[in-house]
Nanobody, 117 residues
């Protein structure tokens, strides 16, 4: 069983920054990808950023390109999301997502990010 613990959400003014962290623990073998999804009120969950283990390929949704940066500390099985120049439309619950080459994917419990003046 894999457990994901997220931290770093909160309230920030437009133009501000936050860094989300997600630490994975438990029995793990061959992480395929680590990423962040988000779900705003009344909207479907969408991918924000994803980091593939092979090749270090990263993927971002268009609305966050140039503002968000995903990174990983593989020794700690931790993924980060640095969010800069935050906008009110970034307000959402952010979920950590980890997938394995052999086995199911896992989701964190979610952390609230609110961008408001």
């Amino acid at each position: 069983q894999v457990r994901l613990v997220e931290s770093g959400g909160g309230l920030v003014q437009p133009g501000g920054s936050l860094r989300l962290s997600c630490a994975a623990s438990g029995t793990m073998f061959s992480i395929k990808y680590m990423g962040w999804y988000r779900q705003a009120p009344g909207k479907q969950r969408e991918l924000a950023a994803l980091s593939h283990s092979v090749g270090g390929i990263t993927v971002y949704t268009d609305s966050v390109k140039g503002r968000f940066t995903i990174s990983r500390d593989n020794a700690k099985n931790t993924v980060y999301l640095q969010m800069n120049n935050l906008k009110p439309e970034d307000t959402a619950v952010y979920y950590c997502n980890v997938g394995f080459t052999y086995g199911p994917e896992y989701w964190g419990q979610g952390t609230q990010v609110t961008v408001s003046s």
